[in-house]
Structures are given as C-alpha cells and as structure tokens.
T-cell receptor, first 114, second 118 residues
Framework: DQQVKQNSPSLSVQEGRISILNCDYT??????FLWYKKYPAEGPTFLIS?????DKNEDGRFTVFLNKSAKHLSLHIVPSQPGDSAVYFC?????????????FGKGTHLIIQP | ETGVTQTPRHLVMGMTNKKSLKCEQH?????MYWYKQSAKKPLELMFV???????ENNSVPSRFSPECPNSSHLFLHLHTLQPEDSALYLC?????????????????FGPGTRLTVL
C-alpha cells in the first residue's frame, strides 16, 4: 500500500501561469516532506522541503503548502517556466534529521507549454 | 568531481554474472542510501548506511549485497540477478542530524545506473 500518493501522472501548464502539484500521504508518523525534480538521465535533485511544524515554506518561485489534518501537501510554481518541465516527486520522512530512507510518490510529469 | 557520482551509468548483465555498482559522494556526508526505481513504480529504498553501519535493509533479496567501506563510498554487489531486477539504481547521501549542526534530511542523489538483466 502506497504511503505517499501523487494521483496525477502528468500536468500541462501554460508558460507564465501557476503550476500546482499535489501529494497525499497516509502515514501520520511522517514529519518532514520534500519535493524533488528529475530530468531524464539524471538523478532527482532536491527542490524544497517543509517540516510538519509549518504549513508553508517559500523559496523563490516555489512554495510548498502542508495541510496536516488532510494529510495533503502541494507544490506551487509561479510563474512557470519552460525549464520547469520535468518529473516532480513528493517524498516523506518519519525522522527529520535522521538517516532515514525517504518514501516517494510515483511522480508527476509537469509539461510547460510555450 | 562534485556531488554524488555513480559508475557505471549503464550495465547489461546475464543472470549468471557478478557485477558491482559504485557510488561516491564528495559532499562530506555521513549517511548513504541505495534506491531502486522500476518502471511505473516509485523509488524504493533498499539500504541505508549511517556512519558506515548498515541501519536498514528494506527486505531486499540476498542477491543484492551492499558494502560501505567508508563514509564516501558505497557499493552494490550483484549476483545471479533476475530479469525483473532490471531498473534504475540510485545512490544518495545526506548529513545526519547532530553531527555537524545540520538539521535537515535532504538527500542528494547521483545520476543512477541503468541496469538491464538478460
């Protein structure tokens, strides 16, 4: 049973508009959440994270929102740029700062249309 | 070299072969990980090494054997694999909380080894 779910395999957004990627989780022990971005033939690269003590974290064009009661997080990218086209993975950890493996979702392929 | 490197990038092997995947991290981290990504599946954690000690083995078959000789190097020894083991194998590293003041669990990934078992 998947503990981290990304229900949209792909998302198409026009350049300059907002991209919203969603992620749901089931394990209430998760206390740290991360978003990774992956281009073909490369490993995932860390994008942004959020601790369960916060509900929002912002870094430039990227903002992550966490709704603990709904066990839901989302990544907002605004404005979307062509270079944002990639697969985005949501990941979660149950031991923030510990050597804990991450639990990943299947990913959402974001396509930015010119 | 910077970041996390993996060799080889591509590997084709028969079911009776023995091969090894190598990972090296140049970030000064003290924890390293092996993940597997099969087609249409999420990344799956295989092994965790914390301060060179294996702390997690996520029910991985014994035909996969990890080795961590020091905090910068990680190997995955492969023998008598099956075709269903064909996948992208990713190595990652992170700095464990408390050893250098870092309080985050971001893991930094290598580019992966694309393994095909015939």
């Amino acid at each position: 049973d998947q503990q981290v779910k990304q229900n949209s395999p792909s998302l198409s957004v026009q350049e300059g508009r907002i991209s919203i990627l969603n992620c749901d989780y089931t394990n209430s022990m998760f206390d740290y959440f991360l978003w990774y971005k992956k281009y073909p033939a490369e490993g995932p690269t860390f994008l942004i994270s959020i601790s369960s003590i916060k509900d929002k974290n912002e870094d430039g064009r990227f903002t992550v929102f966490l709704n603990k009661s709904a066990k839901h997080l989302s990544l907002h990218i605004v404005p979307s740029q062509p270079g944002d086209s990639a697969v985005y993975f949501c990941a979660a950890s149950a031991t923030r700062g510990g050597a804990d493996g991450l639990t990943f979702g299947k990913g959402t392929h974001l396509i930015i249309q010119p | 070299e910077t970041g996390v490197t993996q060799t080889p990038r591509h590997l084709v092997m028969g079911m009776t072969n023995k091969k090894s995947l190598k990972c090296e991290q140049h970030l000064g981290h003290n924890a390293m990980y092996w993940y597997k990504q099969s087609a249409k599946k999420p990344l799956e954690l295989m092994f965790v090494y914390n301060f060179k000690e294996q702390t997690e083995n996520n029910s991985v078959p014994s035909r996969f054997s990890p080795e961590c000789p020091n905090s910068s190097h990680l190997f995955l020894h492969l023998h008598t694999l099956q075709p269903e083991d064909s996948a992208l194998y990713l190595c990652a590293s992170s700095q464990v909380y408390g050893t250098s003041g870092s309080s985050y669990n971001e893991q930094f990934f290598g580019p992966g080894t694309r393994l095909t078992v015939l």
